[in-house]
Nanobody, 121 residues
Framework: QVQLVESGGGLVQAGDSLRLSCEASGGTFSSYYMGWFRQPPGKEREFVGSITRSGDTTYYTDSVKGRFTISSDVKNMVYLQMNSLKPEDTAVYYC???????????????WGQGTQVTVSS
């Protein structure tokens, strides 16, 4: 069973950049498809993006395409680089891992505890 720990959240201004990190432990990292979700205040958790086990293919929700980038060191770390941040990006961001490849209604098996990102206007 894999454990996930996010870091890197904080308070930034609109237009700023932030990089979130997710460290995985306790499992075979190469077995998992990794991803990021977020939960804005008062809303349901939503998919942000995912990356394949090999790290060579990524998927993103439309609202972050061109601004956010997921990467992996293929060892035990996954990153979410967030550029041109907007107030609507304010949310708790969660790292997630799954035995299954990304698809519609993707539901990962493991979750981190989340890290808060707040973007002020």
């Amino acid at each position: 069973q894999v454990q996930l720990v996010e870091s890197g959240g904080g308070l930034v201004q609109a237009g700023d950049s932030l990089r979130l990190s997710c460290e995985a432990s306790g499992g075979t990292f190469s077995s998992y498809y990794m991803g990021w979700f977020r939960q804005p205040p008062g809303k349901e958790r939503e998919f942000v993006g995912s990356i394949t086990r090999s790290g060579d293919t990524t998927y993103y929700t439309d609202s972050v395409k061109g601004r956010f980038t997921i990467s992996s060191d293929v060892k035990n770390m996954v990153y979410l680089q967030m550029n041109s941040l907007k107030p609507e990006d304010t949310a708790v961001y969660y790292c997630a891992a799954s035995w299954r490849a990304y698809s519609d209604n993707w539901k990962p098996d493991y979750w981190g505890q989340g890290t808060q990102v707040t973007v002020s206007s």
